[in-house]
Structure formats: structure tokens, C-alpha cells
């Protein structure tokens, strides 16, 4: 089967023939129907010191999958042939880093690994659920602590920002966005936020409980901490800088909780596709051939996308 490989920074995938998967004992091989792309993907191709894990080159990215399963090993009791899953991303087996993804049509995956996705939940969804969706909703509730009622500030509007947006909207709080693309500003009114702004310095007066940094942009991550309520939250999932500046007058005398989020939960990803499954949850998307994976992930590097970019594979 044709299989996306990384094989060295500062080089483009290659579409590689690889031999297909055989299920082995604790796994499951997963026919994979959607899979996304995602920014992570993009500092792996590109930038030297962005982390790394496992030894395995070249390697098939893909972390954002959801599939059926199509082949069940030795010893896998809860789950069956032509059950729709997804794949928890672990860091001890994570796809795309510690052993090959989802940009083939086919893949291994650990038992204990497996989400189940609902019946209703798209394939595009599923897929972009397995990470933007969770990590928005693990770095909302999880990391955040954000409770109905908070006053929620979100910097970003791209694809985990949208999601991270209607997610806060559908669970009860009071939603504000800082983007500096005013393109999307009606689809985060149409999201159900509050207020829109193009720097998050603009919402001091609303003294905002919690706000997540999606942008992760070095100024925006001082910029949150100067703005959050005394006493609030500043959530960091965004790494688009690797190192920022801020002010430890603010962090001390506001005693602000300066906190980075990494990856998600079981439970994070298992809310986000109960969302859903609702049809409240629906991101936006745009679909491409597993054929241009390769050109999608280009698109992705040079920005200014308005949906997230997922390839469908099988059928």
C-alpha cells in the first residue's frame, strides 16, 4: 500500500510503498477512513527543535484517524471487526511519532488505545476529534478548570480555536474571541461568542476567569497574562512560538496561573464526540484526497486556511 512518510526535516513527504499491517497480539488493524492534518505535522517537517519522539524513520505520519476496524489480533476481547473507532493519542504509542499514523489506508493501533465514535459522527469530525476537538476540550476543562457561568477568553480562531469556541458555547460559558482575522469573525459570532476582538488586550474590562492561548504566539501568551481577571487562569496549548516574555508584575501581583496544556484525556475525547453526536459540534472542514496529503500539509505551513484540512481515504 502507498503510505505519507516522514523521512527528514526540511523535506516534503514522500508517498512510500510500505506492506500492509497484520493484526498482532493487543492490536487491532484499523482501516482508516478520515484523517486529519495538523500543525504538529508541520513543526516536525520543519523546525529542528521541535520535540521528537521514538527512533522509527522514515515513519508515516498521521495522528487525527478514525477508521474501522478491519482486522482484530490475539487476545482482543472488547473490540470487534467493523467496529468505528479512533486512537487515544498516548505518547507511548502515539501514530505519527512512535509508530506509523493514519496518512496510509491502513494501520495498527493498540487495543487499549481505541475510542469508540458514535453512531452519527462523521469521519471527518471523528478524525479532527481526536486531537483539535480533544485537546480544545481537555485545555477548556481539563487544564482550564473552566466551570458554566466563567467568563472565557480564547485567542485564536483557527481550527482548535473554532472548535474550542462552540465547545465553550455548548457547555455553558460566557465565550470572548481574540482573532486578528476579521474574515471569521461571523463564524464565531454564528459560534455564540460574546464579544470579538483583534487583540485580547481589548478585553480587560470583562475580567475574564480563563483564557486559552491557542495562537501560542509569544506575545499573545503575555498579552493573556496581562489581561486575566486577579486571581484567573492562562491556559497555553498553542506552540506557534517556542519561547515568550512575559511580565512577572502581572504574574505575581495578579497571582495569575500561567499553565501549559498538552494532549488530552479518554474523557476529553469521549465529550467532544458526545458533542457530536448532537449535531451542536459540527466543524468546519475541508476535504482532500489521500492523494494530496503532501500539497494539503504545503497549504497548511503557508497558512490563512478558514476550515480544517482532513484527507479522506477509504470508502
Given at each position: 500500500m502507498k503510505a505519507w512518510q516522514f523521512t527528514a526535516v526540511h523535506e516534503p513527504l514522500v508517498l512510500n510503498e510500505v506492506a500492509e499491517p497484520?493484526?498482532?497480539?493487543?492490536?487491532?488493524?484499523?482501516?482508516?477512513?478520515?484523517a486529519g492534518l495538523c500543525h504538529s505535522d508541520i513543526g516536525?517537517?520543519?523546525?529542528?527543535n521541535w520535540p521528537r519522539h521514538g527512533s522509527k524513520n522514515p515513519i508515516t505520519l498521521g495522528h487525527e484517524i478514525a477508521g474501522?476496524?478491519?482486522e482484530v489480533g490475539e487476545g482482543v476481547t472488547d473490540w470487534k471487526t467493523g467496529d468505528s473507532v479512533s486512537v487515544f493519542l498516548t505518547y507511548a504509542s502515539m501514530p505519527g511519532h512512535e509508530r506509523d499514523g493514519g496518512y496510509a489506508p491502513r494501520m495498527l493501533a493498540r487495543?487499549?488505545?481505541l475510542i469508540r465514535i458514535p453512531t452519527g459522527v462523521r469521519w471527518e469530525h471523528a478524525a479532527v476529534g481526536a486531537d483539535a476537538g480533544a485537546c480544545s476540550y481537555h485545555a477548556l476543562v481539563g487544564v482550564g478548570q473552566?466551570?458554566?457561568g466563567d467568563k472565557v477568553g480564547i485567542i485564536g480562531f483557527g481550527?482548535?480555536?473554532?472548535?474550542?469556541?462552540r465547545i465553550a458555547v455548548l457547555l455553558g460559558y460566557e465565550v470572548y474571541v481574540a482573532t486578528r482575522n476579521q474574515n471569521v469573525w461571523p463564524l464565531a459570532r454564528e459560534s455564540g461568542a460574546k464579544r470579538i476582538v483583534t487583540d485580547i488586550r481589548e478585553l480587560a474590562d470583562e475580567q475574564l476567569d480563563v483564557i486559552v492561548d491557542f495562537a501560542g504566539a509569544g506575545t499573545t501568551t503575555a498579552a493573556a497574562v496581562d489581561t486575566v481577571k486577579r486571581g484567573g487562569r492562562v491556559?497555553?496549548?498553542?506552540?506557534?512560538?517556542?519561547?515568550t516574555t512575559i511580565s512577572t508584575k502581572s504574574l505575581i501581583m495578579k497571582q495569575v496561573t500561567l499553565v501549559g496544556a498538552l494532549g488530552a484525556s479518554p474523557e476529553a475525547q469521549r465529550g467532544v464526540y458526545e458533542l457530536m453526536a448532537t449535531g451542536e459540534l459540527s466543524p468546519v472542514t475541508e476535504t482532500i484526497a489521500f492523494e494530496e496529503i503532501g500539497t494539503g500539509l504545503a497549504?497548511?505551513?503557508k497558512g490563512g486556511l478558514d476550515a480544517r484540512l482532513v484527507a479522506r481515504i477509504g470508502d
Open positions: 497484520v493484526a498482532v497480539p493487543g492490536e487491532v488493524v484499523i482501516d482508516v477512513k478520515a516536525m517537517l520543519e523546525d529542528e474501522v476496524i478491519g487495543a487499549q488505545d473552566a466551570k458554566p481550527g482548535l480555536g473554532q472548535l474550542a469556541t491556559v497555553l496549548p498553542g506552540m506557534a512560538a517556542l519561547e497549504r497548511l505551513s
